[in-house]
């Protein structure tokens, strides 16, 4: 990415704890996120994607704030779409539309625009990647790996300055993968991944690895990766079926 990009807007989490269903899945956080690539590492159950969601404007805290670059995502839901975007692990959970053109207008009509320019919008986005044949195709017809494609470029036109990723990379086939890893990699967007593959969030500049609502570490993957990995094996060796007999 060029030197030149300016670091999107700062995050900042100050909040106590996050209870659903009468159990606590956050504890109480204060986290500042400025890096451009940042991993969210943890198990389900980890609290992770309920992090994501504070942090996308999808929930409140009950107490204390969430802020990007000074706004409130949950309040002020207009700065929030040009300040972050989040691509679901599921694009079926994401897409409302029937055709691509239809689905990629939405985002930009959101921000004001009339309906005709929003399609025009769309139509020469999708041509820029050299899927202008996607425009009336129903989205019925494209693959799980183009939906997520379809999605990312949707977030990708109201120009947010942090994207969250909510496990990408799941379920889709090997080349589909590299494709939209090397598309994300060239992005001067901040990048906020979710996953629970330490590997594959290796490359990030900042790891927070959350283990039962709480933040396990958080600094370089060279430092948390070897505690996660040893934290893993251990949980591995205690596992409630390793002494049952054969």
């Not at 969430?66 to 975007?85: E, Y």
């Not at 985002?107 to 990647?129: D, I, N």
Request: proline content about 7%.
């Amino acid at each position: 990415m060029p030197a030149t990009d300016p670091l999107p807007d700062e995050i900042r989490l100050e909040c106590g704890p996050v209870r659903l269903g009468g159990r606590e899945v956050l504890a109480p956080l204060q986290l500042v996120l400025t890096e451009r690539r940042i991993g969210i590492l943890g198990r389900n159950g980890s609290g992770k994607t309920t992090l994501m969601r504070m942090i996308a404007g999808l929930i409140a805290p009950v107490s204390g704030q969430v802020t990007i670059g000074g706004a409130d995502p949950f309040r002020d839901r207009k700065a929030a779409l040009r300040s972050i975007g989040i691509l679901f692990q599921n694009p079926d959970h994401q897409i409302l539309f029937p055709t691509a053109e239809e689905e990629l207008a939405f985002g930009l009509r959101q921000t004001g625009l009339p309906q005709r320019e929003a399609l025009a919008r769309a139509r020469a986005a999708l041509a820029a990647e050299g899927r202008a044949h996607w425009a009336q195709a129903s989205v019925s017809t494209l693959s799980g790996g183009q939906r997520q494609y379809l999605c990312l470029l949707s977030l990708l036109l109201m120009q947010p300055g942090t994207l969250l990723l909510d496990e990408p990379f799941t379920g889709l086939d090997l080349p589909t993968l590299i494709r939209l890893r090397r598309r994300l990699a060239a992005l001067p967007q901040r990048l906020i991944t979710i996953g629970h593959d330490g590997a594959a969030l290796a490359g990030a500049d900042r790891l927070i690895w959350m283990e039962a609502g709480r933040i396990a570490a958080d600094g370089p993957p060279a430092r948390v990766l070897p505690l996660w990995q040893a934290e893993m094996e251990r949980q591995g060796a205690l596992d409630a079926d390793a002494d049952l007999a054969g």
